[in-house]
């Protein structure tokens, strides 16, 4: 109340004046940090890195300010496995049974890659833990890492009592088996959440999930496109393309010995284009050079020889483009080179049939692209890696493949994604073109004359009785298969579907029956193909199942044969090939020795009747069976009881999802 009593009232004033343009000052900066923010978010972009093995998208953020340019990486979460990765450990404290998986947080290959930007680093990694998804047997024991590391060890395995709902109990032998088979289901099942923080602001929690990858010779390709487009989250970051593109037809090319899809434009569409076509994916009749099979320098354990793939580049696109406007004009079409426009093959993901697959001494890759010039086009053919266990195994494939090539590139498909480029009112800029269903690198030739070619021709007794089986009725269920390693079969049962029942009688299993999808072929056809033989008593017998969790497996037997009808036609093997079975346990065991069993015909081990109490489906039962590949169809994948399709694993009964059985010829 008294102003003469507060000293220096001047200094106060200032003090206050001082606070208040602080306060300002502070209010400014909190505005404009969430302005910076959604600035860097813009500023997100997603590469993809090219390798061996898989495209792994690389997510790299960018904050530029008024005196740097910041870019930092996410964690990759990549495991490179070697032919050692996956040994299995016992934990006597813990009575863990475990394998330790190597996943890189950082590979500095991508940071060199992207060189051209100002102070690249990875993003700070403060903690990483693992867990499994639901439902998964294995478990997750722990992540090893320290602060500052560029790997870590995911701890993955079994404890001593570890079962699912449905009573699956853990083993680690199926474990190492799966994986060392190239089959990963159970890494895809693995979470990895990780304490990120970039450009050093308060740690946020991301989730990921395992990339296998093998990052020899890695290439980057940009896709930056606007935030609009992109799911922070790395889902998605190109639109799909709108429905506006009809399937027209498949025009060859390349001298008639590659095929491409071309497409048609709405003709509401406001665009001098009138037709996209998507770059082919076929294999290059080109010989195969010896400089091409070389020692791995990643793992001087095994050998590579390099194929060449027919792609679109800068040296015969114009030509390709001519035979596709000449196609074009058989069909009516009248259109000039203008109008048609090439989709940009964004990446190409390739399946292998089970022949490839069941071959455990060759890897095959995936498909390597040259890098992009100007526009879109490549300098030079794409490449495909074999991976061979030594120099001579690879340099026999390559003069299998250089002798008959169909036979090799028909049990390989292609999944393409394609990037289309326009302008116009009804698509954006740029989308994604991905076409449904994969496609063969070569058409296969499945006629009875290709059949034995590049191989060994069958004895005459043998190809007298193929014929035979062939030619009698019903003639559909002749279906033959030829093998990456040059061994010709013919395919004697086979399930796919739950659309033709296997409940049968004796007549139908005697005689055959079924369609191009499920089918048996007959016990009368069997006999003759597995007594007529030059080769010795019986013929290799080769069973291939695929289990519901997507598990491919294959069993092979020595000496298979079956009797004629007056001994019931009869089962009987020498023995079950180890080295050529991806399986441990022989469930054909239990049938050998024993008469075929329907329903109406009782010729089993059993007090009862194996096929009447089990879903009524004919077999070779014992008492009554480990393997039935003629149960009920499982519905829904489930692993039902034994009515249904199974094979015994170890201790335990697994439905299938597929299975076929083949003779060698």
Same mark, same amino acid.
């Given at each position: 109340?008294?102003?003469?009593?507060?000293?220096?009232?001047?200094?106060?004033?200032?003090?206050?004046?001082?606070?208040?343009?602080?306060?300002?000052?502070?209010?400014?900066?909190?505005?404009?940090?969430?302005?910076?923010?959604?600035?860097?978010?813009?500023?997100?972009?997603?590469?993809?890195?090219?390798?061996?093995?898989?495209?792994?998208?690389?997510?790299?953020?960018?904050?530029?300010?008024?005196?740097?340019?910041?870019?930092?990486?996410?964690?990759?979460?990549?495991?490179?496995?070697?032919?050692?990765?996956?040994?299995?450990?016992?934990?006597?404290?813990?009575?863990?049974?475990?394998?330790?998986?190597?996943?890189?947080?950082?590979?500095?290959?991508?940071?060199?890659?992207?060189?051209?930007?100002?102070?690249?680093?990875?993003?700070?990694?403060?903690?990483?833990?693992?867990?499994?998804?639901?439902?998964?047997?294995?478990?997750?024991?722990?992540?090893?890492?320290?602060?500052?590391?560029?790997?870590?060890?995911?701890?993955?395995?079994?404890?001593?009592?570890?079962?699912?709902?449905?009573?699956?109990?853990?083993?680690?032998?199926?474990?190492?088996?799966?994986?060392?088979?190239?089959?990963?289901?159970?890494?895809?099942?693995?979470?990895?959440?990780?304490?990120?923080?970039?450009?050093?602001?308060?740690?946020?929690?991301?989730?990921?999930?395992?990339?296998?990858?093998?990052?020899?010779?890695?290439?980057?390709?940009?896709?930056?496109?606007?935030?609009?487009?992109?799911?922070?989250?790395?889902?998605?970051?190109?639109?799909?393309?709108?429905?506006?593109?009809?399937?027209?037809?498949?025009?060859?090319?390349?001298?008639?010995?590659?095929?491409?899809?071309?497409?048609?434009?709405?003709?509401?569409?406001?665009?001098?284009?009138?037709?996209?076509?998507?770059?082919?994916?076929?294999?290059?009749?080109?010989?195969?050079?010896?400089?091409?099979?070389?020692?791995?320098?990643?793992?001087?354990?095994?050998?590579?020889?390099?194929?060449?793939?027919?792609?679109?580049?800068?040296?015969?696109?114009?030509?390709?483009?001519?035979?596709?406007?000449?196609?074009?004009?058989?069909?009516?079409?009248?259109?000039?080179?203008?109008?048609?426009?090439?989709? =940009?093959?964004?990446? #190409?993901?390739?399946? &292998? !049939? +089970?022949?490839? @697959?069941?071959?455990?001494?060759?890897?095959? *890759?995936?498909?390597?692209?040259?890098?992009?010039?100007?526009?879109?086009?490549?300098?030079?053919?794409?490449?495909?890696?074999?991976?061979?266990?030594?120099?001579?195994?690879?340099?026999?494939?390559?003069?299998?493949?250089?002798?008959?090539?169909?036979?090799?590139?028909?049990?390989?498909?292609?999944?393409?994604?394609?990037?289309?480029?326009?302008?116009?009112?009804?698509?954006?800029?740029?989308?994604?073109?991905?076409?449904?269903? =994969?496609?063969?690198? #070569?058409?296969?030739? &499945? !006629? +009875?004359?290709? @059949?034995?070619?590049?191989?060994?021709?069958? *004895?005459?007794?043998?190809?007298?009785?193929?014929?035979?089986?062939?030619?009698?009725?019903?003639?559909?269920?002749?279906?033959?298969?030829?093998?990456?390693?040059?061994?010709?079969?013919?395919?004697?049962?086979?399930?796919?579907?739950?659309?033709?029942?296997?409940?049968?009688?004796?007549?139908?299993?005697?005689?055959?029956?079924?369609?191009?999808?499920?089918?048996?072929?007959?016990?009368?056809?069997?006999?003759?193909?597995?007594? =007529?033989?030059?080769?010795?008593?019986?013929?290799?017998?080769?069973?291939?199942?695929?289990?519901?969790?997507?598990?491919?497996?294959?069993?092979?037997?020595?000496?298979?044969?079956?009797?004629?009808?007056?001994?019931?036609?009869?089962?009987?093997?020498?023995?079950?090939?180890?080295?050529?079975?991806?399986?441990?346990?022989?469930?054909?065991?239990?049938?050998?020795?024993?008469?075929?069993?329907?329903?109406?015909?009782?010729?089993?081990?059993?007090?009862?009747?194996?096929?009447?109490?089990?879903?009524?489906?004919?077999?070779?039962?014992?008492?009554?069976?480990?393997?039935?590949?003629?149960?009920?169809?499982?519905?829904?994948?489930?692993?039902?009881?034994?009515?249904?399709?199974?094979?015994?694993?170890?201790?335990?009964?697994?439905?299938?999802?597929?299975?076929?059985?083949?003779?060698?010829?």
């Amino acid at each position: 109340r008294n102003k003469q009593k507060i000293p220096h009232r001047q200094e106060f004033k200032e003090i206050l004046f001082l606070c208040n343009k602080m306060k300002l000052i502070f209010l400014l900066i909190g505005l404009a940090l969430p302005l910076l923010e959604a600035g860097s978010s813009k500023q997100l972009r997603k590469l993809y890195w090219h390798s061996e093995g898989l495209e792994a998208p690389v997510l790299v953020r960018k904050l530029t300010t008024r005196e740097s340019t910041l870019v930092e990486i996410d964690p990759v979460m990549l495991v490179r496995p070697t032919e050692t990765s996956w040994t299995k450990r016992y934990d006597p404290i813990a009575k863990q049974a475990y394998i330790d998986v190597p996943v890189w947080l950082t590979v500095k290959n991508i940071e060199f890659a992207l060189r051209s930007e100002i102070s690249v680093k990875f993003a700070a990694v403060t903690d990483v833990t693992a867990s499994m998804d639901p439902g998964s047997v294995y478990n997750a024991f722990g992540f090893v890492w320290s602060q500052g590391e560029e790997m870590g060890v995911l701890r993955l395995g079994c404890s001593d009592a570890n079962q699912d709902k449905t009573g699956h109990v853990c083993n680690i032998d199926d474990l190492v088996e799966s994986l060392s088979s190239g089959h990963n289901a159970p890494l895809r099942r693995v979470l990895l959440k990780a304490e990120v923080s970039f450009f050093n602001r308060p740690p946020v929690t991301l989730e990921y999930r395992l990339r296998l990858l093998n990052t020899r010779r890695p290439e980057l390709e940009d896709y930056s496109v606007s935030s609009r487009d992109r799911k922070l989250n790395g889902q998605s970051i190109l639109p799909y393309c709108a429905e506006r593109l009809r399937l027209l037809k498949s025009i060859r090319i390349n001298n008639g010995t590659c095929s491409a899809m071309v497409y048609e434009f709405d003709p509401r569409m406001e665009s001098r284009i009138s037709h996209l076509v998507e770059e082919p994916i076929c294999f290059s009749a080109d010989p195969i050079s010896p400089e091409s099979i070389q020692r791995d320098p990643s793992d001087q354990n095994r050998w590579t020889v390099a194929l060449k793939m027919l792609i679109r580049n800068k040296n015969n696109e114009a030509s390709l483009l001519a035979e596709v406007v000449s196609g074009l004009s058989k069909l009516g079409r009248k259109v000039k080179a203008g109008q048609v426009k090439w989709m =940009a093959l964004w990446r #190409a993901q390739r399946s &292998l !049939s +089970g022949a490839l @697959l069941d071959d455990d001494s060759v890897r095959v *890759g995936e498909l390597r692209l040259p890098p992009a010039l100007s526009g879109s086009s490549r300098d030079g053919n794409g490449e495909v890696e074999l991976h061979c266990r030594h120099e001579a195994a690879c340099r026999s494939l390559a003069a299998k493949i250089q002798a008959n090539p169909v036979n090799f590139w028909r049990h390989i498909r292609w999944q393409a994604t394609f990037l289309v480029d326009l302008s116009t009112e009804s698509l954006p800029p740029q989308c994604i073109h991905a076409p449904e269903g =994969a496609r063969f690198a #070569a058409l296969p030739k &499945l !006629s +009875g004359s290709s @059949l034995t070619s590049g191989a060994a021709q069958p *004895g005459a007794e043998e190809a007298a009785a193929w014929r035979q089986v062939c030619r009698n009725p019903p003639a559909t269920l002749c279906r033959t298969k030829h093998t990456a390693d040059d061994r010709n079969w013919i395919v004697v049962q086979q399930r796919r579907s739950a659309s033709l029942g296997f409940d049968r009688p004796w007549a139908d299993y005697v005689r055959g029956f079924g369609d191009g999808e499920n089918f048996w072929i007959g016990l009368t056809a069997l006999h003759m193909l597995t007594t =007529a033989s030059n080769r010795g008593p019986g013929v290799n017998l080769r069973i291939q199942m695929t289990f519901w969790n997507g598990t491919e497996a294959f069993a092979e037997y020595t000496g298979f044969q079956v009797a004629g009808h007056e001994a019931n036609f009869s089962m009987t093997y020498s023995q079950m090939s180890k080295s050529k079975s991806s399986v441990f346990y022989d469930a054909l065991a239990d049938g050998k020795g024993a008469g075929f069993s329907t329903y109406d015909r009782d010729r089993d081990r059993d007090s009862g009747s194996c096929s009447q109490t089990w879903g009524r489906g004919g077999w070779w039962f014992g008492a009554c069976y480990k393997f039935y590949p003629n149960g009920l169809y499982p519905p829904g994948g489930r692993n039902l009881d034994w009515k249904y399709m199974k094979w015994a694993s170890n201790k335990e009964i697994v439905s299938l999802s597929s299975v076929m059985m083949m003779v060698q010829i």
